[in-house]
């Protein structure tokens, strides 16, 4: 990436910056994601959104707020708090100080994905700044609409390639006044889809469902006694060696849940990979035997991250079997230097996501290389 780089502070310090700034264009935060997905373009001027920050307008009584880009998560979970009020979302990075708008661009998550999905189901608008400096709005008040797509949508999880999110709208959630966390010891990988039915079969509803350091962790959200009285009646029906945690061990293990999602490796590559949950503990499985090793797993969604030998062969083998199954994987962390291809054998979707590309930046100037090989940089491409 070049040395150049750009520190807007407004919206429209934003949209000039990306429309008077030539060649290729990358957004930049907190930089907790710097080097998630494919590397980009050497000679690409880095554009902060770190300035965009803090609190646009919140609305407690339709439980909605909108955010500058760059706003860390945990500050705005802070200031949402006093009203009891929160964004139910938790991927393990928010804890490095990890931006509202580069959460949702690298479709991150975390456990409560389960109960209440991703940043794609909590985000009811957008404003982005596309390749030309057009500002764009999708929900709320328009300066401009995208005829015929859903930004909001076609922004998620596409690393900042077809627009640069400026601010965001988010949908809020009630604090819950308690949590208990329930465990279950886990034999083995090949045992995760059993595991996951024996919570969800029940009546007995999770919030968050994930299974680390041999144990399957369920997260159960509520009022005081409404928590305690559904934490003894899943241990009951789970039976064998369920146990409901201390608030301490409860904290520990999600803590220790964390820190194993988020690793970042001297010596390693981490993946997170996504597939059917009946097909995850065998595919985990097979992923150990390649070396796999600081699993963390969700059974019920079928997402899982891990770490394997930094390796171009072994990351190449993970994508293929991966995609094989139907799935799909991304390169989250490796050692500076090595060369491990960041994303999966190209899908046949991909057609779609090249002429999405095409309407929104035919010379490709915003993260460029960030999706490739999937999204090549078009021939005859300007500088």
Excluded at 41 to 66: E, K, Q, R, Y
Excluded at 257 to 262: F, K, L, P, Q, W
Excluded at 319 to 331: D, F, K, P, W
Aim: charge should be negative; hydrophobic fraction near 45%; aromatic fraction near 2%.
């Amino acid at each position: 990436m070049s040395t150049t780089s750009l520190s807007p502070g407004s919206l429209v310090e934003l949209r000039d910056a990306v429309r008077d700034t030539p060649g290729p264009v990358v957004a930049t935060g907190a930089g907790t994601a710097a080097d998630w997905g494919g590397a980009v373009a050497a000679d690409a001027t880095a554009v902060s959104v770190a300035g965009l920050s803090g609190v646009i307008a919140h609305n407690p009584g339709d439980m909605t707020v909108s955010v500058g880009a760059g706003t860390p998560l945990s500050d705005l979970q802070a200031t949402l708090a006093e009203s009891g009020q929160r964004v139910a979302f938790d991927a393990a990075r928010v804890r490095r100080g990890a931006t509202v708008g580069g959460l949702f661009a690298t479709a991150d998550a975390g456990p409560l994905a389960l109960g209440f999905g991703s940043l794609r189901d909590l985000v009811i608008g957008v404003t982005v700044v596309l390749a030309d400096g057009t500002v764009a709005r999708s929900g709320g008040h328009v300066i401009k609409n995208v005829a015929g797509y859903d930004l909001a949508k076609l922004l998620h999880g596409a690393y900042g390639t077809f627009g640069i999110v400026a601010e965001v709208v988010l949908r809020l959630h009630p604090v819950s006044a308690a949590t208990r966390t329930v465990a279950l010891p886990v034999a083995d990988l090949a045992a995760l889809p059993a595991a996951g039915r024996a919570v969800t079969d029940t009546p007995v509803e999770a919030g968050a469902l994930e299974v680390v350091d041999g144990r399957l962790l369920a997260l159960l959200e509520g009022t005081e006694a409404g928590v305690d009285g559904r934490a003894t009646r899943l241990v009951e029906l789970l039976g064998g060696a369920a146990e409901v945690l201390s608030p301490a061990d409860a904290d520990a293990a999600w803590d220790a849940h964390r820190a194993t999602v988020d690793r970042r490796p001297d010596d390693a590559a981490v993946l997170r990979v996504g597939v059917a949950p009946t097909r995850l503990g065998d595919l985990l499985t097979g992923l150990v035997d390649l070396g796999g090793s600081h699993v963390t797993a969700a059974p019920a969604t079928g997402v899982a991250t891990l770490s394997v030998p930094a390796d171009p062969g072994v990351v190449e083998t993970v994508h293929a079997r991966v995609a094989a199954l139907g799935g799909t994987s991304t390169l989250r962390a490796h050692p500076a230097g090595a060369d491990v291809p960041a994303w999966g054998p190209t899908p046949t979707s991909a057609v779609v996501l090249r002429s999405v590309a095409a309407a929104f930046d035919p010379d490709q100037r915003l993260g460029r290389g960030r999706l490739a090989p999937w999204l090549p940089v078009p021939t005859g491409a300007s500088a």
